[in-house]
């Protein structure tokens, strides 16, 4: 496990949600994180151009009250681009997901190149929380996380890989899902529903 977080570029070991993970991987995942010293804020833009692509007439929604965040970064003076705000947003627009893109200005104490100059959300209707984190899981972010499983993969030699059973390497995503599943049909079930 600890071999696949190492194989992991910087902007995906970003993307990983610690709460997602099992113990173990847990553990392994913060060791990764500690030994190369990240940053859990998101690096997004360059100063050419605008932040973000706002639609005109992109006013405060309704629903925006009782919205979650569902992902949140900074903007630093001169940074590279990074995970895209505007393309999150667009990915759950495609899929039917009224979201909202905040963008703030930072203040920072001093005036440093590498300063954080502006802080962007992105926000869904609560109700939706699950569904939207589920989508940019899907659409965003997986096919950054199986590159780095293909990575790790590719850097096993043929004895190690045949010990490897992804069931066993990813137990957590799978007891997730029988959890959620169970947990759904127990709720059909209870209130006589199928």
């Known amino acids: 496990m600890q071999r696949h977080y190492a194989s992991l570029s910087d902007e995906a070991l970003l993307d990983i949600n610690p709460d997602d993970l099992v113990d173990t991987a847990r553990a392994c995942f913060e060791a990764e994180f500690r030994e190369r010293q990240l940053n859990r804020q998101v690096e997004l833009y360059a ?40 393309h999150f947003r667009t990915t759950l627009e495609a899929a039917g997901i009224p979201c909202h893109l905040e963008i703030h200005e930072e ?52 004895e190690e890989i045949s010990a490897v059973n992804p069931h066993t390497e990813f137990c957590g ?13 127990e709720e059909l079930s209870r209130r006589g529903l199928r």
């Open 173 to 185: 995503l799978f007891d997730q899902i029988d959890r959620v599943t169970r947990a759904f049909k």
């Open 47 to 86: 100063d050419e151009g605008p932040l973000v692509e706002i639609a005109e007439g992109d006013d405060e929604p309704g629903w925006l009250e009782d919205g979650v965040e569902i992902y949140s970064g900074v903007i630093r003076a001169g940074a590279a681009a990074a995970p895209d705000a505007d």
């Open 107 to 158: 203040e920072p104490a001093e005036p440093v190149a590498s300063e954080a100059t502006h802080r962007w959300r992105l926000v869904v209707p609560g109700k939706l929380n699950l569904q939207a984190t589920g989508i940019l899981q899907r659409d965003v972010f997986n096919e950054e996380m199986e590159a780095g499983w293909r990575a790790h993969l590719e850097a096993l030699t043929d």
